[in-house]
């Protein structure tokens, strides 16, 4: 069972009473505030594993709030998820931009939202976690975020670094794009399946000058997979 603590911000006491309860029953440890300013002591005071936001709060918004995490070093790691009755995409779009890793439209279900706090946790878990991991030449720092192959730095954008990590995270292991879609992006309908090979050709010309390129393999009839071997089931890059 997850004993992770889960910040809830909302200014109503009969939804923060509603989410406790129930993320307490899936394990969760539950702290609540009913607006920014008391979150934020919050977050700096307890350091929870996860915050559950609501976009609409007295005094500053959860949009604001949000992007003032993000912008600080020492909280920016700290996984969000936006809570708001707004459901236009543009919406949910402001909230991706100002850092949040899911969106939950009100009404939700709290088995739902279990699901999408337990994806959200996995993938920062992933993303954030402290130890380097290699390949042969080449390593990827969680701590510094930074890429090297033969110790010369590989230059790349946030996504590219974010599917390299979750590459490395699970090799030998061929991945569905939607899969892939649900560790790297989360559960939010803004990235179409045929985007992933976008972002897989970015990272395999970053890689490509290294020689480093090989280890993202195409599986016929499946979709991706990291590895440092070569199989005859892989089609050429």
Not at 14 to 42: K, P, T
Not at 171 to 177: F, G, M, Q
Not at 192 to 206: G, M, P, W
Request: aromatic share 6%.
């Amino acid at each position: 069972m997850p004993s992770d603590k889960i910040l809830i911000v909302d200014d109503e006491a009969a939804i923060r009473e509603m989410i406790s309860i129930a993320l307490d029953l899936a394990g969760y440890n539950c702290i609540e505030a009913e607006d920014a300013l008391q979150a934020h002591h919050l977050v700096v005071d307890e350091r929870p594993a996860l915050i559950l936001l609501d976009w609409m709060l007295p005094g500053m918004s959860g949009i604001e709030l949000a992007r003032r995490l993000k912008r600080d070093e020492s909280t920016r790691e700290i996984p969000i998820i936006m809570l708001t009755a707004r459901g236009e995409e543009d919406h949910k779009v402001q909230g991706l931009d100002a850092g949040a890793d899911d969106y939950l439209t009100k009404p939700f279900s709290t088995r739902e939202l279990a699901s999408r706090i337990k994806a959200v946790l996995r993938r920062s878990n992933v993303l954030h976690q402290e130890s380097a991991i290699e390949a042969e030449g080449l390593k990827l720092d969680p701590v510094s975020h930074r890429v090297s192959a033969d110790d010369k730095l590989v230059e790349m954008g946030p996504t590219e670094y974010r599917l390299l990590a979750f590459f490395m995270s699970h090799p030998e292991r061929a991945y569905t794009r939607t899969q892939m879609l649900d560790q790297v992006w989360g559960g939010n309908v803004y990235v179409e399946d045929r985007t992933i090979d976008v972002h897989i050709r970015r990272l395999r010309k970053a890689l490509e000058p290294f020689g480093y390129d090989r280890f993202i393999q195409t599986v016929r009839g499946t979709g991706y997979r990291f590895s440092v071997q070569m199989s005859d089931k892989v089609e050429p890059v």
